[in-house]
């Protein structure tokens, strides 16, 4: 199984992103997935999750900001950011919840004020 994250940058607070995982190995439409995020110092937190069947779940600090969807066709997960804040700034992780817990590498996302 392999999860490759990209999509992360320098982005002028305001601005967007869109993160992929694209999978490997690992079928997307029968797993439950998610995006984690790690900034300096603080614990991975979960910013947002889907389910095999679309069921989406977000933290609070993202909840109309942030959309997680999944393109079965390309076996790839998406994590669309807008709006972003300084605060945003981590490393983004995406991982295979279900079957059995899988992390891709991250992708840094740096936001400036």
């Known amino acids: 199984v392999q999860l490759q994250a990209s999509g992360g940058g320098l982005v002028q607070a305001g601005g967007s992103l869109r993160l992929s995982c694209a999978a490997s190995g690992s079928l997307i439409s029968v797993n439950n997935m998610a995006w984690y995020r790690q900034a300096p110092g603080k614990h991975r937190e979960l910013v947002a999750r889907?389910?095999?069947?679309?069921?989406?779940t977000y933290a609070d600090s993202v909840k109309g900001r942030f959309t997680i969807s999944r393109d079965n066709a390309k076996n790839t997960v998406y994590l669309q950011m807008n709006n972003l804040k300084p605060e945003d700034t981590a490393v983004y992780y995406c991982?295979?919840?279900?079957?059995?817990?899988?992390w891709g590498q991250g992708t840094q996302v740096t936001v400036s004020s």
């Open positions: 889907i389910t095999s069947v679309g069921v989406t």
């Open positions: 991982k295979r919840v279900t079957p059995s817990p899988f």
